[in-house]
């Protein structure tokens, strides 16, 4: 018991997370590294947001790799069903009981569905970043600019340089 207190307070004290998560182990494309997860099916923004696009809806979230660095979420802030969002505008925010920070949208669109189970439950952030802790749905307005976000390589390598670099 010593040796994992010890483990996991240096694991902390150097940002490292190797916590398993249930809602990723049924994902048979993720792509782990020791201190996040970077699913194949998703694609990432440089402000760690992510989006799953299905059809005509794409839901958005912040990544693994945002909530590990957040801390405990305590607190969501989301907008309401039917406003809109623009591309690199705020629409939210995620307080941690390390610092409040704004969620960003990666691409712009119509808001129709937003996650209210993140009200009563802020946590399901760090439990299940992309599986019940998504944020917002939206209806895209312009789906060309999901060809700009980062594929899953590319955002790995984004973490790690920003990692290296702190």
């Not at 990723?24 to 590294?33: D, G, H, K, P």
């Not at 069903?81 to 809109?84: A, E, I, P, S, V």
């Given at each position: 018991m010593a040796l994992r207190i010890w483990a996991s307070s240096t694991a902390n004290a150097l940002k490292i997370s190797c916590a398993s998560r249930p809602d990723?182990?049924?994902?048979?494309?993720?792509?782990?590294?020791c201190f996040s997860t970077v699913l194949d099916e998703l694609k990432y923004a440089s402000s760690h947001e992510w989006v799953k696009h299905e059809g005509s809806v794409a839901t958005i979230g912040i990544t693994d790799h945002?909530?590990?660095?957040?801390g405990e979420v305590v607190f969501v802030d989301l907008p309401e069903?039917?406003?809109?969002v623009s591309k690199d505008s705020g629409f939210?925010?995620?307080e941690s009981?390390?610092?409040?920070s704004d969620?960003?949208?990666?691409i712009s669109g119509e808001i129709v569905e937003v996650n209210s189970k993140l009200t009563e439950t802020p946590g399901l952030i760090n439990t299940s970043?992309?599986?019940d802790g998504w944020m917002i749905k939206i209806k895209p307005s312009n789906p060309s600019e999901l060809d700009s976000l980062l594929g899953p390589k590319e955002y790995t390598k984004f973490c790690e340089e920003e990692d290296a670099s702190h």
């Open positions: 990723l182990s049924l994902t048979a494309f993720a792509l782990s590294r945002a909530q590990d660095h957040l069903t039917g406003g809109k939210g925010a995620v009981v390390k610092a409040t969620v960003i949208s990666p970043p992309y599986k």
